[in-house]
T-cell receptor
Framework: ETGVTQSPTHLIKTRGQQVTLRCSSQ?????VSWYQQALGQGPQFIFQ???????GRGNFPPRFSGLQFPNYSSELNVNALELDDSALYLC?????????????FGPGTRLTVL | DAKTTQPNSMESNEEEPVHLPCNHS???????IHWYRQLPSQGPEYVIH???SNVNNRMASLAIAEDRKSSTLILHRATLRDAAVYYC????????????FGKGTKLSVIP
């Protein structure tokens, strides 16, 4: 069974640029969630996708957007990068059974904005 | 507010039991308590979850207070590989199952 994978591992961008991060869900999972983790903090929920539709969003501006594809892989897009967007971006997949969804996290993508 | 309260850090000797406390005084009747841990340079890892009853799995035990306002994660024999940040999370459903992480408890294991 393949776990959650994310690419790239590390990324350096400059302020104002746009970035796309990718995530491959664990086999059999239909839900993907994205989190942002600043240094020394716990992960913060960005949004969740279920069956290709956004299904919940945290306190993040619209320049954070996402997609979920029919094979349940996902992308996180961030436009107009700001210095504060420097963080570890985590993807988590789960199988939505409407009781409790155990989430399986990938290793993350470390984004640095200069 | 889905806030939980945990100590910032704890220490344990190797091969001794560890009790990691968590307060969640405003929990609602349908919120589950989840525990995740994050080893250095890795994404969070699911440990255990429960609703009302105590729960056991191969990794740990979860003891939930009768009033559900607090819980304790129990590692029965700490190993060096258990050194991590442990997060106690109130998992709220209502359409999307999002996890609200706090700062967690950093557990150090002393050989």
């Amino acid at each position: 069974e393949t776990g959650v994978t994310q690419s790239p591992t590390h990324l350096i961008k400059t302020r104002g640029q746009q970035v796309t991060l990718r995530c491959s869900s664990q086999s059999g999972h239909n839900t993907v969630s994205w989190y942002q983790q600043a240094l020394g903090q716990g992960p913060q929920f960005i949004f969740q996708y279920y069956r290709e539709e956004e299904n919940g969003r945290g306190n993040f501006p619209p320049r954070f957007s996402g997609l979920q594809f029919p094979n349940y892989s996902s992308e996180l897009n961030v436009n107009a990068l700001e210095l504060d967007d420097s963080a570890l971006y985590l993807c988590a997949s789960s199988f939505r059974d409407f009781s409790t969804d155990t989430q399986y996290f990938g290793p993350g993508t470390r984004l640095t904005v200069l | 507010d889905a806030k939980t309260t945990q100590p910032n850090s704890m220490e344990s000797n190797e091969e001794e039991p560890v009790h990691l406390p968590c307060n969640h005084s405003t929990i609602s009747g349908t919120d589950y308590i989840h525990w995740y841990r994050q080893l250095p340079s890795q994404g969070p890892e699911y440990v255990i979850h429960g609703l009302t009853s105590n729960v056991n799995n191969r990794m740990a035990s979860l003891a939930i207070a009768e009033d559900r306002k607090s819980s304790t994660l129990i590692l029965h024999r700490a190993t060096l590989r258990d050194a991590a940040v442990y997060y106690c999370i109130r998992a709220t459903g209502a359409g999307s199952y999002q996890l609200t992480f706090g700062k967690g408890t950093k557990l150090s294991v002393i050989p």
